[in-house]
């Protein structure tokens, strides 16, 4: 099983900066893919970032040049600095990992944390 911590949402106002951070545990092999995923309310979720283990990103159009990806592979965490915060960008944000277990790989997700951006 693999569990994913995710932490670092809150409140900010429009033009703020927020840091996402996301801890995976448990029994895996390895850590393959990490991403961020967001959902509003009356929305479906979708993707905010992603980044492969070699380092490799691909971002949402509209974080683009605002939001930045990141992890570090000893820590098997991954990071999501939100800079030019604006209030679309209010939502549940989830962490995701694809994990090498036993039995091939499994997609894994955090409990959410929220972001909410005051104008």
């Known amino acids: 099983q693999v569990q994913l911590v995710e932490s670092g949402g809150g409140l900010v106002q429009a033009g703020g900066s927020l840091r996402l951070s996301c801890a995976a545990s448990g029994r895996f092999f390895r850590i393959n893919a990490m991403g961020w995923y967001r959902q509003a309310p009356g929305k479906q979720r979708e993707l905010v970032a992603t980044?492969?283990?070699?380092?490799?990103?691909n971002y949402e159009d509209s974080v683009k040049g605002r939001f930045t990806i990141s992890r570090d592979n000893a820590k098997n965490t991954v990071y999501l600095q939100m800079d030019s915060l604006k209030p679309v960008d209010t939502a549940v944000y989830y962490c995701?990992?694809?994990?090498?277990?036993?039995?091939?790989?499994?997609?894994?997700w955090g409990q959410g944390t929220q972001v909410t951006v005051s104008s």
């Open positions: 995701n990992a694809q994990a090498l277990i036993t039995f091939g790989s499994r997609d894994y």
């Open positions: 980044i492969t283990n070699g380092g490799s990103t």
